[in-house]
């Protein structure tokens, strides 16, 4: 398992790799802040949270984060108001910035939105779907399924596999000739990723039937099925996982119901 510092080291190094000498001083949101610092406490605590790191209602200590990050506290306060106005964080009264939940209520309806979308998304796109379309779908879920193992062993990289989920699936609906209709697929995706990046951290149980369900859905396309049969089966695929994530919140909030 990754430890803190590793990772700190790590997304220190790719912010460096994409920031300039000449960046290191230029003025941030606030007078003195250097862009690259407040980026990199960004991309920290932002990836942090989504892979579930920190989970809800973490307390986010300013001073202990920027001691990690060998900086002052402003430009890690200027990052948690970034994630404040992406609705990762929120600030309580008496505690400070804490790891914001998630809604249910807003993820049932981003999740109901793009389970439409995206299946129609796919019907459409079915007649246009290539032999290396399916095979690259076919390989990304194969290394889903090789990321399985780390979740068995409770060391899961929740984002890799969310990210891999993600490409799967804009394979599949990518060639949908609609561009309206594939607007509103990017929507609900970027919609998703201010609400939770990685549900898997919330039910990684789900990983495995997630990618059963992928390979039951690329069978259907490539035996041919009609593309009506096959939207509902995208659909399903994604109320399958809307399911598991409210079942999950309602377990947690009424802890006694589910003994």
Not at 50 to 64: D, N
Not at 153 to 172: I, K
């Amino acid at each position: 398992m990754r430890t803190a510092e590793q990772d700190t080291y790590r997304i220190a190094e790719d912010i460096r790799s994409r920031v300039s000498v000449e960046e290191d001083v230029v003025p941030g949101p606030e007078a003195g802040v250097a862009t690259s610092k407040v980026e990199l406490a960004y991309e920290l605590v932002r990836e942090r949270i989504v892979s579930g790191a920190y989970t809800p209602g973490y307390r986010l200590v300013l001073g202990s984060l920027a001691r990690e990050l060998g900086s002052s506290p402003v430009p890690v306060r200027e990052a948690v108001r970034r994630l404040e106005a992406e609705g990762l964080v929120e600030f309580e009264r008496h505690v400070g910035a804490t790891v914001r939940g998630l809604d249910p209520v807003e993820y049932r309806w981003t999740m109901e939105t793009l389970a439409v979308v995206e299946g129609a998304a796919v019907g459409q796109a079915l007649p246009l779907l290539t032999a290396d379309d399916l095979a690259e779908a076919r390989r990304l879920n194969d290394l889903l399924r090789a990321e399985l193992a780390g979740f068995e062993r409770g060391e899961p990289d929740t984002q890799l596999f969310s990210q891999l989920n993600q490409r799967l699936h804009r394979t599949l609906a990518g060639r949908c000739p609609n561009p309206h209709l594939l607007e509103l697929v990017d929507r609900g995706w970027h919609r998703l990723s201010t609400l939770r990046t990685s549900v898997f951290s919330l039910v990684p149980d789900r990983t495995h039937q997630s990618v059963a369900e992928h390979d039951a859905l690329l069978d259907l396309i490539a035996s041919g099925a009609p593309a009506a049969e096959v939207e509902t089966a995208a659909r399903e695929h994604r109320a399958a996982t809307l399911r598991a994530v409210l079942a999950h919140e309602a377990a947690a909030r009424n802890p006694e119901e589910t003994r």
